[in-house]
């Protein structure tokens, strides 16, 4: 019927969770299987520390000035709908007067 897939395992420092049981490296960073990345590890935490504005989330509260381009952009849409539908109208009361115009 089917042919059995291998089991998987997880690599410990990329999190990568395709690698069957018959790979002895990981796929995407190419540690042997079993690595302990405590030496990485430890230099992250050493980097964290050397920067912490890089990787602290700014604590800030939210205000306006954060949604300003979302509402310039929402702003703009709407101009352009509108500009849109008033052309819309504008050629079909063109049309109808041509239309009109043509009668007489």
């Excluded at 291998?6 to 002895?24: A, H």
């Excluded at 989330?57 to 949604?67: L, M, W």
Aim: glycine letters at 6%.
């Amino acid at each position: 019927k089917h042919a059995r897939t291998p089991g998987r395992w997880t690599c410990r420092l990329c999190s990568q969770t395709k690698n069957t049981e018959d790979m002895t490296v990981c796929k995407t960073c190419g540690r042997v299987r079993g690595h302990e990345p405590d030496r990485f590890k430890a230099r992250m935490r050493e980097i964290r520390e050397l920067n912490p504005e890089v990787f602290c989330r700014d604590e800030r509260p939210e205000g306006i000035t954060d949604y300003c381009g979302l509402i310039v952009g929402l702003f703009l849409l709407v101009a352009i709908f509108g500009a849109l539908i008033w052309a819309y109208f504008e050629d079909m009361h063109a049309a109808s007067d041509h239309a009109s115009m043509e009668e007489l």
